[in-house]
């Protein structure tokens, strides 16, 4: 196929490869670092045309991990991966101990590797660096010894050394592990993540090795309902869903296809164009994450939320944590230190739609009833604080 | 240079598919087309010559890892040329690459092999079949959006270049699976194949001239290819210099929402194929003609509703679903119809027409597939599926797990290349020259093979078929609706698969082919009309059908599911039309025999009010060898609960 000009993507890609190519596999694999999924340019976050929700989704993830990543599933060609892709170049460095395969946190030894641990102790300081987050793709094809890690064939055969190869969710740790179409995940793989995201922990015990390593990933997927559903167990596992449709706004339309040809003619310059603004979404993201842990969230807010998710009949306590921290994530972006009503108003739907008990003859959508539930508790609360106010 | 390639501009007839092709040589950006097969010997003509013709204008150039693969991995089968042909039966490993066992034996450490996606790299990946791809068709169309392959597999890990170009073949009569490649791919040509019988013996008469003697057959069309060759040139030159005026940026993207197409990505597909267009004709700029090829192309393919559709559905009483999508999109005001031009309204609902399948009932008579089908079906089916996860104990027909076996290899190496040094001592003095080559080979024992144990997936596929004559009507086609969809539900828990068929009039229809989506299923149920006559033979006819493809597709068991009151008055054909009642009874006993020949199982849901049964859905059963419900005496759970426990048990007759 010839390559005229037209496509400057593919051979930047191609020229990307040779530091990590020498590597020790047969001359061409890439053993991507957390910064290798940046290494093309990606379309940047910030030229996304509409779609707030996600986008307000991955920010807040960003923010806050512990809101538990974001599923974001609608129809084709949308701007699902391209949203979550764009992400990466977003996130602010963090620090790691240094030569550590699973990125440890030199600030955190309760949560550190086995290695970080022996290392500590024999000398009373880690080496720190400081690193990008990882982005890491679960590709769909992955077989489950690359996803969790296994014994390194290349050292068994070349030094007849038992070593532990790590894996998709080694690397994943302490950041993003991403899987496009994740409703067409295989089940075992479903269930490798499903253990690990649970317990924060990746537990190998195959072909000799015994291994348990740090397993913190913000879980990110995307898909199209209509290739197939989700197992609930996965669905739950996300802190935030994510509706995404098609744009039928005409202008809006053509403004997607011209940013879109802006950015395949010359993708450096567009990223050069849009750095501005991708620079003081950094920033602002930056500083919500430094002030996110000071929010507070006043007594009768929480009970707003319990409230609502008692009305909505949600089971389990995943589903007010998620809105309590979303929210207080919102408050952090906007720069508040305290959360306000409207914050719930934002991220109860995104937080609440997958968990509500499925109904085989609803059609009412469900988001429209989490909005329609919010509305009437908070005009509730506001008329019981009026009431206060005036006694 | 070593063996003439049958010039494109020999092909005969197919002119929307090679004018797609063209726009696709000019543009390449527009990342592949689907086109409606025509006998799989002519359309691997069409996609060989289309890669003869691509080499023609400029040798594929590769990426730099790219080239660094050895040229001994192609297979000289899988590769000619330009063009990379993915079998039908291509597994994942062969698609996405992994290890590479013979090599790395040979060299003592894990090398990698490319798949078919990485060879594919700078090329046209061609298929023959889409729709049969079984499960793969997602990595396809992951790697038409990133242009890399990511591997993940068997200890290996990689990123490698995939940017083709890709021509997939579909057959219209099986609808379209693969809707994720459809959405990545910019062109589809959705209209059959138009050949007159002159077009079919040109065909024939200048395949067989082309094989008597190929360079004399390239020679003859010398004049024809150069023209073309400059034609795409010449278009690829102009490509950057076509304009296209904020004003049919719009129309494309009004014609876009007009027809419901889901996505952004068609908008810019829709835009590139316009352009090309016009670069093809030489034109500076797009005109109405660029933008019909484009609607043909790219966006009536995609329509998920006819632009006068929108006025009908306001006027009608819609259905609440109905209603709700509606909100979502915009009404096609007559202001804004005035942005479509009669000609290209023209040229939409066209498009759209030439895209309605073929009748299932005539499609279902022929015979000749289900052998060419049953062939494949044996050939694939121990290894399909995916690999999960390796064994020591060889399941029947297995494969060896590379992987594992290396790495159960591995620990013993240092012992087995000593011990073999000793033994060489012993027997030879001394081995000049090549004792450092030979030490560094793997040794693999018989002890240390595992294998492969692959899963494919099962589940159940649950086809509803369901009776919407006009005296369903009357019998609680409501209480119907509510046992479907509390089946629905359950079949989303379990992951099995739900087809769903309805009949009424004159002949039934495939509302959903085989899918998981339950979220569709859905929503077509709530939309189901009723009225007209209780078509029944056709139902079952059509039921046999598509358990056959599910079958082909890896989900060996499927339930059908009746709901009807039971009172079949429309037989096969015209001919059985005006026949007695008995007759038409004859006709489903033949059928029910049909359905056990197939091993399906069937329930019939009868939905009739008690006061005026006469036993008909009961009697119905037994000509089935089915088992019956009453609905109304029992609730929609308890309906569901019998059916999904009658399910796991072996059928018994």
């Known amino acids: 196929m010839p390559r005229s000009k037209s496509n400057p993507d593919c051979a930047r890609h191609s020229s990307k490869m040779p530091k990590e190519t020498k590597s020790k596999k047969g001359g061409f694999v890439e053993r991507p670092t957390s910064r290798s999924s940046s290494s093309r340019v990606v379309y940047p976050f910030t030229a996304i045309v509409g779609q707030d929700e996600m986008k307000l989704a991955l920010v807040l993830s960003a923010i806050d991990p512990n809101i538990g990543g974001v599923i974001i599933m609608g129809h084709r060609g949308t701007g699902k991966s391209t949203g979550v892709r764009g992400l990466a170049d977003l996130l602010p460095p963090v620090r790691k101990v240094k030569g550590c395969s699973y990125g440890c946190d030199p600030d955190r030894l309760n949560e550190l590797c086995q290695d970080c641990v022996s290392r ?34 290349e050292r068994a055969l070349v030094e007849g050394v038992k070593a532990f190869e790590p894996g998709l969710l080694a690397r994943a740790n302490r950041g993003f592990l991403y899987i496009d179409e994740v409703n067409l995940l295989d089940d075992h793989l479903v269930d490798a993540l499903l253990d690990a995201a649970a317990s924060g922990r990746n537990v190998v015990e195959r072909e000799g090795i015994s291994i348990t390593h740090p397993a913190r990933f913000v879980l990110v997927g995307s898909g199209n309902p209509e290739e197939g ?49 991708q620079g003081r979404l950094r920033r602002r993201i930056t500083r919500a994450r430094n002030l996110v842990t000071r929010v507070e969230i006043e007594h009768e807010l929480l009970t707003l939320i319990a409230a609502l998710c008692v009305q909505l009949r949600v089971d389990g306590h995943r589903g007010e944590l998620t809105i309590a921290r979303a929210s207080r994530a919102l408050a952090a972006f906007e720069g508040r230190e305290t959360a306000k009503a409207a914050d719930i108003e934002r991220v109860a739907v995104m937080a609440l739609r997958h968990r509500l008990r499925r109904d085989p003859l609803e059609t009412v959508d469900s988001g429209a009833r989490i909005q329609e539930e919010l509305t009437e508790l908070i005009q509730m609360l506001s008329t019981k604080s009026r009431l206060r106010v005036v006694k | 240079v070593t063996s003439a390639r049958y010039p494109f501009a020999a092909v005969p007839g197919r002119r929307a598919a090679t004018h797609a092709l063209m726009l696709l040589a000019v543009e ?11 006998g799989s010997a002519e359309d691997r003509i069409l996609a060989r010559a289309f890669g003869a013709l691509l080499y023609g204008v400029a040798p594929p150039r590769f990426t730099s890892e790219r080239s660094q693969l050895r040229e001994d991995h192609f297979e000289a089968s899988e590769v000619d040329g330009a063009v990379v042909e993915l079998p039908v039966n291509a597994t994942e490993d062969r698609l996405l690459g992994g290890l590479d066992l013979e090599r790395t034996i040979e060299t003592g450490r894990p090398q990698i092999s490319a798949g078919l996606l990485a060879r594919a790299n700078g090329r046209v990946l061609y298929v023959d079949d889409i729709n049969l791809l079984n499960g793969i068709s997602a990595h396809i169309g992951l790697a038409l959006d990133s242009r890399v392959v990511r591997v993940e597999r068997e200890g290996m890990s990689a990123i490698h270049g995939a940017d083709f170009t890709f021509v997939g073949m579909f057959d219209r009569d099986e609808g379209c699976a693969a809707s994720l490649l459809r959405d990545r791919v910019g062109l589809i040509v959705d209209t059959p194949a138009e050949r007159s019988a002159d077009d079919r013996a040109e065909t ?12 004399a057959f390239v020679d003859d069309f010398a004049f024809e290819t150069a023209q073309l060759l400059s034609q795409v040139e010449d278009g690829r030159a102009r490509l950057p210099l076509v304009s296209v005026s904020l004003d049919r940026r719009r129309q494309i993207s009004q014609i876009a929402v007009s027809l419901g197409v889901e996505g952004n990505r068609a908008d810019l597909f829709a835009l590139k194929a316009a352009r090309a267009n016009a670069a093809l004709a030489g034109r500076d700029s797009v005109t109405d003609d660029d933008v019909v090829i484009a609607i043909q192309f790219v966006l009536a ?24 999508d509606e909100d979502s999109r915009p009404d096609l005001a007559d ?19 030439a895209r309605v399948p073929r009748d299932l009932l005539s499609a279902s008579q022929g015979t000749p597939r289900s052998s060419r089908a049953g062939k494949r079906f044996k050939a694939t089916i121990a290894t399909r599926g995916r690999y999960v996860r390796s064994a020591t104990d060889p399941p029947r027909d297995s494969r060896v797990a590379v992987d594992a076996t290396l790495r159960a290899a591995a620990p013993f190496q240092f012992w087995r290349r000593v011990r073999s040094e000793l033994n060489r001592s012993q027997s030879q003095v001394t081995v000049p020259g090549e004792p450092g080559s030979t030490s560094r080979r793997v040794k693999i024992e018989p002890r240390d093979l595992r294998f492969k144990e692959f899963k494919r997936r099962s589940g159940i596929l649950f086809i509803f078929a369901v009776d919407a004559s006009g005296s369903m009507a009357l019998n609680r086609m409501a209480q119907a609706k509510g046992a479907l969809t509390r089946l629905l539900q359950q079949a989303y828990l379990h992951r099995d698969k739900v087809a769903l068929i309805s009949f009424r009039g004159e002949r039934s229809d495939v509302l959903l082919a085989p899918t998981r989506s339950v979220e569709m299923a859905k929503r077509l149920v709530d939309a189901l009309p009723a009225g007209g006559g209780t078509p029944l033979s056709a139902a079952l006819v059509s039921a046999i059908d598509l358990a056959r493809f599910a079958r082909l597709r890896g989900t060996p068991q499927t339930m059908l599911v009746l709901f009807t009151d039971g009172r079949a008055n429309v037989g096969l054909g015209d001919r059985h039309s005006t026949s007695a009642r008995a007759t038409i009874g004859e006709e489903i006993g033949r059928l029910g ?36 419900f009453y609905l109304p005496r029992s609730d929609a759970a308890s309906v569901c609960d019998a059916i999904r426990s009658n399910t796991r048990r072996p059928r018994e007759n």
Do not use: N, W
């Open chain 1, 120 to 153: 500590l102790s024999l000398d009373d300081r880690l080496p720190v660096e400081r690193d990008s987050v990882p982005v890491v793709d679960l590709p769909l094809g992955a077989t489950e010894d690359r996803v969790c890690g296994t014994l390194d064939i």
């Open chain 1, 229 to 277: 559903e989700l197992r609930p167990q996965l669905l739950d596992r996300f802190g935030l869903y994510t509706q995404i449709t098609t744009i039928t706004d005409i202008e809006d339309r053509v403004e997607i296809v011209q940013r879109r040809e802006r950015f395949d003619d010359d993708p450096l310059a567009f990223q050069t164009g849009q750095a501005g603004e």
């Open chain 2, 28 to 38: 390449p950006q527009l990342r592949g087309t689907l086109i409606a097969s025509a």
């Open chain 2, 204 to 215: 024939v008469d200048r395949a067989f001239r082309f094989d008597r003697d190929p360079f």
């Open chain 2, 301 to 324: 393919p995609r329509a998920t509703m006819l632009p006068s559709q929108v006025e009908h559905k306001q006027s009608d009483e819609a259905s609440p679903a109905d209603r709700a």
């Open chain 2, 335 to 353: 202001s804004d119809r005035d942005l479509i031009p009669g000609a290209i309204e023209d040229a939409v609902v066209e498009a759209i027409d």
């Open chain 2, 593 to 628: 025999v049909l359905l056990g020949a197939a091993e399906i199982s069937s329930v019939v849901v009868d939905t009739k009010s008690r006061f005026v049964s006469s036993g008909e859905g009961e009697a119905l059963a037994r000509m089935l060898g089915a088992r019956y």
